[in-house]
């Protein structure tokens, strides 16, 4: 295979968590895939075909059924002279933003429901939920945001990424773990960070907020990771667990992520993931090679 990007059916299942049957079947019966054929008569697969299997399993995963879903995916896209995107990421932030901001909890699932409809997964992530949190972290570091509204705004976030979640355990690819720091209860951005690597096909053992070391460690062991990943906002809950976390280092290939993980006090055998979490999946995803 020498043309780049393009992928046969295994790794397309790995990437993408659907069996090559399944996979095989959707082309079939619904046209999804659209595959060309090397020299040698094998069937390629494009980002294309990867994308719209992620979207068929979305729309799936939403109570869908099949010949439906498929149907969503497959529609063309809308023509260019109409006026632009029918969904613009910063228009659907601001929209989330003020739903939110006032308290409107249909407003809200409204425009996650035309978001999740009509953008990526990772453009949702990436361009609405991601920076609504960054934004509403400096509302409240700026006294602008209420108790009731980040708990609010965290509430709805919280139940819409764990209902996308679901099942993100399944599949054949690469299995990770994801924790928060002890006494850590900030837990969206990992949520966050788990979906765009479900996404591309990785297995996700979620652990969730404030899990003590210990716990990471067995439950590490027990599933035998690729990698680990321990997330905190401050840096100060990696520094409080240096040894705890030397110790896990020393066993599993060990990340560190969240805005904390800039400022934390770690050695080399550590990776240190501060960046976007859609970004940082892909990261990973090309640098899962074992050690």
């Given at each position: 295979?020498?043309?780049?990007?393009?992928?046969?059916?295994?790794?397309?299942?790995?990437?993408?968590?659907?069996?090559?049957?399944?996979?095989r079947?959707?082309e079939?019966r619904?046209?999804?895939?659209?595959?060309?054929?090397?020299?040698?008569?094998?069937?390629l697969?494009?980002?294309?075909?990867?994308?719209?299997?992620?979207?068929?399993?979305h729309?799936l995963?939403?109570?869908?059924?099949?010949?439906?879903?498929?149907?969503?995916?497959?529609l063309?896209?809308?023509?260019s002279?109409?006026?632009?995107?029918?969904?613009?990421?910063?228009?659907?932030?601001?929209d989330?933003?003020?739903?939110?901001?006032?308290?409107?909890?249909?407003?809200?699932q409204?425009?996650?429901d035309s978001?999740?409809?009509g953008?990526?997964?990772?453009?949702?992530?990436?361009?609405?939920?991601?920076?609504?949190?960054?934004e509403?972290?400096?509302?409240?570091?700026?006294?602008?945001?209420?108790?009731?509204?980040?708990?609010?705004?965290?509430s709805?976030?919280?139940?819409?990424?764990?209902?996308?979640?679901?099942?993100?355990?399944?599949?054949?690819?690469?299995?990770?773990?994801?924790?928060c720091?002890?006494g850590?209860?900030?837990?969206?951005?990992?949520?966050a960070?788990?979906?765009?690597?479900?996404?591309?096909?990785?297995r996700?053992?979620?652990?969730?907020?404030?899990?003590?070391?210990?716990?990471?460690?067995?439950?590490?062991?027990?599933?035998?990771?690729?990698?680990?990943?321990?997330?905190?906002?401050?840096?100060?809950?990696?520094?409080?667990?240096?040894?705890?976390?030397?110790?896990l280092?020393?066993?599993?290939?060990?990340?560190i992520?969240?805005a904390?993980?800039?400022?934390?006090?770690?050695?080399?055998?550590v990776?240190?993931?501060?960046?976007?979490?859609?970004?940082?999946?892909?990261?990973?995803?090309r640098?899962?090679?074992?050690?």
């Open positions: 295979m020498n043309e780049p990007g393009l992928l046969r059916i295994g790794e397309l299942s790995r990437r993408s968590g659907v069996s090559p049957e399944l996979l079947a959707w079939r619904y046209r999804l895939l659209r595959p060309t054929r090397s020299p040698g008569g094998l069937r697969y494009s980002q294309d075909d990867l994308e719209r299997v992620r979207v068929m399993q729309h995963a939403q109570g869908l059924a099949a010949a439906e879903a498929a149907s969503l995916v497959t063309p896209p809308p023509d002279d109409t006026g632009g995107p029918l969904h613009a990421p910063a228009a659907t932030l601001a989330l933003d003020e739903a939110l901001s006032s308290f409107d909890e249909s407003g809200a409204e425009v996650l978001a999740l409809a953008l990526t997964l990772d453009t949702t992530l990436a361009d609405v939920v991601v920076p609504f949190l960054r509403l972290g400096k509302r409240w570091e700026r006294g602008e945001a209420s108790i009731a509204q980040e708990h609010f705004a965290s709805i976030l919280r139940g819409r990424l764990l209902g996308l979640a679901r099942g993100w355990d399944r599949g054949f690819g690469p299995r990770i773990v994801l924790a720091a002890p850590e209860q900030h837990d969206l951005g990992l949520i960070f788990g979906l765009a690597l479900r996404a591309r096909g990785w996700i053992v979620y652990l969730g907020a404030d899990t003590p070391l210990t716990s990471v460690e067995d439950a590490s062991r027990a599933s035998d990771p690729v990698f680990v990943v321990v997330s905190a906002v401050n840096a100060d809950n990696f520094r409080a667990h240096r040894a705890e976390l030397d110790r280092a020393a066993g599993f290939r060990l990340c992520g969240g904390g993980a800039s400022g934390a006090d770690t050695d080399g055998d990776m240190v993931l501060a960046g976007d979490p859609v970004e940082e999946a892909e990261r990973l995803t640098d899962q090679a074992p050690r």
